[in-house]
């Protein structure tokens, strides 16, 4: 299935540096999200976008910046990121609707390694 | 906020046998769970989820459970293979947005 498709796979990043992570979704879907998978931790959701507005910020710090040019792609710039933020990044997508209640899709996902 | 509880953490059984995972929320409102299944290196990818108007749902060997009066649902696998070892996470959302929250996930190991 490569319905989301996510890139780099792997990425290793001094603190300093400034990098993006792409996502793209070939659905039709008009909702993405990104979730962080850390070791021994729930999926924790970071940022949703509906119909190409942010809808959701969970506390997320300001060192991670998501972009959603439109409903097809969905980027995370990360900048001075901090060695605890090493972990998975997944990319999902659904149709978006008040009620809640549609199947999310995940990309495989970059695994980001902080120096 | 929402909160999911996932138990066991690890679960292990032999081949043949049923292993069952058990979920619990804390909001009322949510109305919607889906099971997910992520082997090691891949990406998580639904296996099966339900909605509040229901109380259970089946897919061939997979089946899940739902109490909304107690606020717990629960995965039922039969028939286990080795190829079913994997870990299982369990959500729940509410509401536009369609946010989901996760619970700690099940490591299921079936022995051959």
């Known amino acids: 299935e490569t319905g989301v498709t996510q890139t780099p796979r792997h990425l290793v990043m001094g603190m300093t540096n400034k990098k993006s992570l792409k996502c793209e979704q070939h659905?039709?879907?008009?909702?993405m999200y990104w979730y962080k998978q850390s070791a021994k931790k729930p999926l924790e959701l970071m940022f949703v976008?509906?119909?190409?507005?942010?809808?959701e910020n969970n506390s997320v710090p300001s060192r991670f910046s998501p972009e959603c040019p439109n409903s097809s792609h969905l980027f995370l710039h990360l900048h001075t990121l901090q060695p605890e933020d090493s972990a998975l990044y997944l990319c999902?997508?659904?149709?978006?609707?008040?009620?809640?209640?549609?199947?999310?899709?995940f990309g495989d996902g970059t695994r980001l390694s902080i120096l | 906020g929402e909160n999911v509880e996932q138990h066991p953490s690890t679960l292990s059984v032999q081949e043949g046998d049923s292993a069952v995972i058990k979920c619990t929320y804390s909001?009322?409102?949510?109305?919607?769970f889906p099971w997910y299944k992520q082997e090691l290196g891949k990406r998580p990818q639904l296996i099966i989820d339900?909605?509040?108007?229901?109380g259970e749902k089946k897919d061939q060997r997979i089946a899940v459970t739902l109490n909304k009066t107690a606020k717990h649902f629960s995965l039922h696998i039969t028939e286990t293979q080795p190829e079913d070892s994997a870990v299982y996470f369990c959500?729940?959302?509410?509401?536009?947005?369609?946010?989901?929250?996760f619970g700690g996930g099940t490591r299921l190991m079936v022995k051959p």
């Open positions: 959500a729940a959302s509410k509401g536009a947005g369609n946010m989901l929250t």
């Open positions: 999902a997508s659904s149709q978006d609707a008040q009620g809640g209640d549609q199947p999310q899709h």
């Open positions: 659905l039709g879907h008009n909702a």
């Open positions: 339900i909605r509040s108007n229901v």
């Open positions: 909001d009322s409102a949510s109305n919607y």
């Open positions: 976008y509906s119909l190409e507005e942010r809808v």
